[in-house]
């Protein structure tokens, strides 16, 4: 990635700075849309050059580097309850932008929108977000003890617009996001890889031993197809991929798949070129007609009737920055069958696009294309042993040639990744070399961000000649940060015993003691329950992952698994730890040391909760990593508390959706934390976040089928907490809907 320098602005800035210690910071400002509602409920989406300080924040109606003296509409700070959601895609003014949600997690009320032009502009911007609240997260480490950082959220819906400086003081450097508005919808991002915004991703394919053996059966154009060999063993169907490199970014493919526009379509796909959509669920979902007609496909079908065909689309970008793509066969009721057209089902498909470090010489961006298709024909077989000829001539094959029409139309179309000329900005920042954000923000600047996004009428009314069309193809670029994945042969870390204090003589903890609404299963086979597997299946981070980035297996986890609760409720349940029935309230629960209270609010009609308990035998050794996570402050949670999923067993579209990787929750959806006496409970609110819930609705089609391994821990982001260790783990066997209590 490359970031935009604009000399004069930093030559000013350091002028002022002579014989100061010079300090390292990053400003982000660009183009963005600004959604909402007037006063008379007409919807706007006003064209706004956004700025990002440190965690200040302001928004103007015109650049302020082309327009000096220009004052901001909006301002505000970024505050330690700030969400930032991704909504996806929704259609404003006939196009598609990208939306992202402001909110403060614990006042509903306080909430805006802005919009961007593509997905790797959203991105981009949340990471930017992202790093101002690790900058805020810092900050009140380094003042504990002292006043702490003002949160007030006075919000100014007049026209008054306080002083802001022109710049501020002690950033060196600036990172852009999008080009100028004329070239805003038409034009790649451009954010830089100085301050490295991802240094809290994961830059691994996944985190926990997958089952799939893919064997390599042909390969054609410079496209792999391979087919999974433990699916073949298992007589359930049959699961082949294509696997190509491409010369784009992660984000520009996947605009490119997720595009319906024929033309473009026509260039790269053969099979499905002619699609329209039906419906749009929400932003990460939707419903596309397509047509094809044999006449075009002769070498592949022998039908004798043009065929169509209904699926549904279900997307969502990762933490890592790759992107899935769920494709289903569906039906629709504003797409009955068509005379003429002989209905048919498309083959269960997914897509998934992650990026690759280019190599030391070059610049090209590059990604990892994987289109994975179902296949129930008992023609594999005769297609792949006896005649391979014969399945050159089928459906599927043209369907997995689509990522080699995909690798062939960016090489063919150049201009879709080139970058204009701009200077390249490196910096290394860290929590050391992180600046006090006095030196970032204006001591003027009191609104949170959220309500500096909230619907002001009077502001946005007076100047509606700036809404704008859109037409928009767009060129993305993806940061580029180097991973490496050590072999799964390296011994195993134990889990350290400096997190609980040794000096105190164990108790001895009896899980028959402790009872949940779930029952504990007996072995592998049992349904409708819960066991307590080790850390052998999932990687974590070694000791010198932060030089060569290094995971390792893991280990037995550090609390034991004490109980897990299957509940259901017309509300969401919060602060379960506190219901007197809990075991945390009972004479057992009382005499542990400590105990974890995982509660999993999963969205549905009615709401579930899927409590696990974890008991210590020890108490929390003070000044440990664990002891900063329990008492420290929920902006050091949200940054630590990580989940490792993992599908063991289960239809392989579930397993696809809900991924290997490890998610920092406190970062994807609302985490709240309950400290009393003896126990830390977090509830975590799956149904804040759009992409969890449409996630955790497909899983729930499946759950009786579905074996599920979930770890728990704390990221370690210092060398002295690596290598990293395993809370807990919990296997769910086949859990039923109508078994919660």
Avoid at 86 to 105: A, M, P, S, T
Avoid at 353 to 368: E, G
Avoid at 387 to 401: R, S
């Amino acid at each position: 990635m490359s970031a935009k320098m604009h000399s004069g602005e930093i030559s000013d800035r350091e002028g002022s700075e002579a014989g100061q210690e010079e300090k390292s910071g990053l400003e982000y400002f660009g183009w963005i849309y600004h959604l909402g509602v007037n006063s008379i409920g007409h919807e706007y989406c006003h064209l706004r050059f956004l700025f990002l300080r440190g965690r200040s924040v302001q928004m103007y109606k015109r650049d302020p580097h082309e327009n000096p003296g220009i004052k901001p509409i909006r301002k505000g700070i970024i505050g330690p309850t700030l969400m930032v959601e991704e909504l996806g895609r929704r259609k404003v003014h006939n196009g598609d932008l990208y939306v992202l949600r402001f909110c403060n997690r614990l006042d509903e009320t306080k909430k805006g929108e802005i919009a961007c032009a593509t997905a790797g502009e959203a991105s981009k911007w949340m990471e930017a977000f992202e790093q101002a609240k690790q900058q805020l997260d810092y900050e009140l480490a380094q003042r504990s003890g002292r006043h702490g950082l003002s949160t007030e959220a006075e919000l100014n819906l007049e026209g008054h617009r306080p002083r802001v400086r022109r710049y501020a003081h002690g950033l060196k450097k600036l990172i852009r996001i999008g080009k100028g508005p004329e070239r805003l919808l038409r034009h790649a991002s451009n954010i830089g890889n100085g301050g490295r915004l991802s240094e809290y991703f994961e830059g691994d394919a996944t985190d926990a031993i997958e089952a799939h053996e893919w064997k390599c059966v042909r390969a054609v154009n410079g496209i792999r197809i391979l087919e999974d060999v433990a699916s073949l063993k298992s007589g359930k169907g049959f699961l082949v991929k294509s696997v190509g490199v491409v010369d784009a970014s992660a984000d520009m493919v996947f605009e490119v798949v997720l595009s319906l526009d024929k033309h473009q379509r026509y260039e790269w796909d053969m099979m499905t070129g002619d699609l329209e959509l039906v419906d749009s669920i929400n932003g990460h979902y939707d419903v596309v007609y397509g047509t094809y007609d044999p006449k075009y496909l002769t070498r592949i079908s022998r039908w004798n009737s043009k065929r169509d065909f209904v699926f549904s689309r279900q997307w969502f970008r990762g933490q890592d920055g790759a992107y899935t793509i769920l494709q289903f066969p569906a039906g629709h009721k504003k797409r009955p069958p068509r005379s003429g057209y002989l209905r048919t089902k498309i083959n269960p498909s997914t897509w998934e696009i992650r990026r690759l470090d280019p190599s030391p010489n070059s610049t090209v961006k590059k990604c990892l294309v994987t289109q994975m298709l179902e296949i129930n024909s008992s023609g594999w077989g005769p297609w792949k042993e006896r005649n391979c000829v014969k399945f050159e001539k089928t459906i599927p094959y043209a369907l997995l040639c689509q990522v080699s029409g995909l690798r062939e139309y960016f090489e063919a179309n150049p201009a879709l990744t080139s970058d204009s000329p701009s200077a390249i900005v490196q910096s290394n920042i860290s929590t050391d070399s992180i600046s006090s954000l006095s030196d970032f923000e204006d001591p003027e600047i009191k609104e949170e961000f959220y309500d500096a996004l909230a619907a002001d009428q009077a502001l946005e009314d007076e100047d509606s000649d700036d809404e704008v069309d859109f037409s928009k193809s767009g060129k993305l670029k993806l940061k580029s940060v180097s991973w490496a994945l050590a072999s799964l042969v390296l011994k195993h870390p134990a889990a350290p015993t400096s997190e609980l204090d040794t000096r105190v003589s164990p108790v001895s903890i009896e899980v028959n003691q402790f009872n949940g609404t779930l029952p504990k299963g007996t072995n592998d086979i049992d349904t409708n329950c819960w066991t307590s597997p080790g850390g052998q299946a999932f990687k974590i981070r070694g000791k010198t992952y932060l030089t060569d980035y290094s995971k390792v297996m893991g280990s037995d986890p550090l609390l034991k698994l004490l109980a897990v609760d299957w509940l259901i409720s017309d509300d969401k349940i919060d602060g379960a730890a506190l219901n007197p029935k809990c075991l945390v309230q009972s004479e057992a629960g009382k005499k542990l040391p400590f105990i974890l209270v995982i509660n999993l609010q999963v969205p549905a009609k009615p709401n579930y909760s899927l409590v696990l308990y974890y008991g210590a035998d020890r108490p929390i050794s003070k000044g440990s990593l664990l002891s900063k996570f329990v008492d420290g402050s929920d902006i050091f949670r949200d940054s630590r508390f990580k989940l490792i999923p993992s599908i063991v067993e289960g239809y392989w579209m579930v397993k696809r959706a809900v991924g290997t990787k490890a998610c920092l929750l406190g970062k994807a959806v609302t985490c709240r934390y309950l400290r009393q006496d003896n126990f830390l409970e977090i509830d975590v609110d799956i149904g804040s976040s759009s992409v969890a819930r449409s996630i955790i609705s497909l899983v729930l089609g499946y759950v009786t089928s579905l074996v599920v391994d979930l770890a728990i821990l704390i990221e370690a982001k210092e060398e002295k907490e690596l290598p990293e260790y395993i809370l807990g783990t919990v296997r769910l066997n086949r859990i039923r809907l109508d078994s919660a209590v």
